[in-house]
């Protein structure tokens, strides 16, 4: 069986207007720190991971996937009340490895954004647990059936939100 390979010139990156770098997460963060006030069961979805792990997989570079996801990291830890930086550092993370991961897979079908975004989900919650835990001292509790619903809840709306996102790429 031969083995195929597809260089960088063939894998399709995209970009974004700049209304759409900044009102996406802009909607995301505010959704966020808004929905859960009024509906409770909305904690367990992270909208601006989904949208990290977007903009990361879509733009297919580790750089601007790093800066996207400490920007809007940062950007939520303000809103919430917790030190700066927890969000922050796990969102860098996940914005790296979505990113080189992003140039390595086709990411275009639901059934590889799914796994995908569960992937990434239950690390982006690891490293928050282990930075707020460790670092920053935060008395949490980890609960890996918690954990694994939410994964797979935010899996399955993440799904949705990147094809509907999907209509804002812009080829390079």
């Known amino acids: 069986m031969p083995i195929t390979y597809t260089s960088g010139e063939q894998v399709e990156v995209y970009r974004f207007n700049w209304a759409v770098n900044i009102g996406v997460p802009a909607a995301a963060l505010w959704l966020q720190s808004f929905l859960p006030l009024h509906f409770p069961f909305f904690k367990m979805f992270d909208l601006p991971l989904l949208v990290t792990i977007f903009f990361a997989i879509a733009r297919r570079n580790p750089i601007s996937g790093l800066l996207t996801g400490s920007v809007i990291g940062l950007f939520q830890d303000a809103l919430t009340g917790l030190p700066l930086g927890i969000n922050g550092l796990a969102k860098t993370f996940v914005g790296y490895g979505a990113s080189s991961l992003g140039v390595k897979l086709d990411v275009e079908n639901a059934g590889a954004r799914f796994l995908v975004t569960l992937v ?29 619903v939410a994964a797979l809840a935010n899996a399955f709306v993440g799904v949705f939100l990147f094809f509907a996102l999907d209509r804002f790429k812009q080829r390079t």
């Open 120 to 148: 990434f989900y239950v690390a982006h919650e690891i490293i928050y647990f282990m930075v707020a835990r460790g670092l920053v001292a935060l008395n949490l509790q980890w609960s890996w059936p918690h954990e694994l």
